[in-house]
């Protein structure tokens, strides 16, 4: 069983930024494909970025250039790095995870991930 806690989120200023924490318990990051997804009220749950087991990052075409997703195996922690935050970024994001051999085919889908944080809040003011 894998075990995802996320952090760092919070309120900012249109162009600050914000570096959100995905912690790992349960397997270790070699083995796992992780993805962040974020949910606004109203809306579906969407794709965010992804990190494959050996580093391949993913991106939606939305925060390419401003978001950078890395890994730190050694604490077994995800970050997701945002930077230029816009007022559309406001959502609740979510740090997700899967072990499957097949991931890379289906990444940006929730379906791919079996394993789920419970959210941190991120908030951008204009």
């Known amino acids: 069983q894998v075990q995802l806690v996320e952090s760092g989120g919070g309120l900012v200023q249109a162009g600050g930024s914000l570096r959100l924490s995905c912690a790992a318990s349960?397997?270790?990051?070699?083995?796992?494909?992780v993805g962040w997804f974020r949910q606004a009220p109203g809306q579906e749950r969407q794709f965010v970025a992804a990190?494959?087991?050996?580093?391949?990052?993913y991106y939606t075409p939305s925060v390419k250039g401003r978001f950078t997703v890395d890994s730190v195996k050694s604490v077994n922690t995800v970050y997701l790095q945002m930077n230029n935050l816009k007022p559309e970024d406001t959502a609740l994001y979510y740090c997700?995870?899967?072990?499957?051999?097949?991931?890379?085919?289906?990444?940006?889908?929730?379906?791919?991930?079996?394993?789920w944080g419970q959210g941190t809040q991120v908030t951008v003011s204009s």
């Open positions: 990190i494959s087991r050996s580093g391949y990052t």
């Open positions: 997700s995870a899967s072990a499957r051999s097949d991931t890379r085919g289906y990444f940006s889908t929730e379906s791919a991930y079996d394993y």
């Open positions: 349960g397997r270790t990051l070699n083995t796992l494909f």
